[in-house]
């Protein structure tokens, strides 16, 4: 009993010094970014990451969203549909490269209004966070996310790169003369995890 009490005042202990000392890195967002989830996002463990390995459980575009704390410039915390969440940006160089990406992810109107008046057949893909021939890019954008900056560096460009989490391989999203997407390139099992099959 002794042994079990005294990890346990040990563990209190380095709680409370791990918070003062994480409190210090942390900074207050005066006033917070409001708004909702862009699109369809893929926590892992807790995480929001601007890498975006797709696969596993999806936060549905539209939820509310308040992010109130950040640290370090590369993480930020906050709410998403009344859950706690981190976000962390992979990619940030400084408080301001992770302040725009949070923009990006945060929207001030809830996009849940625009996909009403898409047809029914891209609806069902976005609501799958899956893709579907003839989508445009603010289609794919609400159903995958963005792609990571590393990948694709010009949202402009011909074909955005996703990676897989089952896998761990990448699948290529792309766009015809027209800006909508025309196919598919990757392995058929990565391929297979974003492609919205009617």
Sequence with gaps: MKLSHSFSRTAAVIAVVASVFLSGCATKLAPPLNGYTC????PDYGWVSSTNMLGGAIVPAGEPAVIDTMKRDKY???????????????????????????????????????????????QKAVYSAKVIVGMTRPQVLMSLSYPSRNDTKDLNGNAWRYWTTQEDEPVDILFGADGTVSGFSGKPSAVRTVEFKR
């Design 76 to 122: 930020a915390y906050g709410t998403i549909g009344g859950d706690y969440v981190s976000l962390r940006d992979d990619t940030a160089r400084s408080k301001e490269d992770m302040q725009r990406w949070m923009r990006q992810i945060v929207v001030p109107t809830d996009p849940k209004l625009t996909l009403a008046t898409w047809s029914p057949d891209v």
């Design 39 to 42: 699109c369809n996002l893929r």
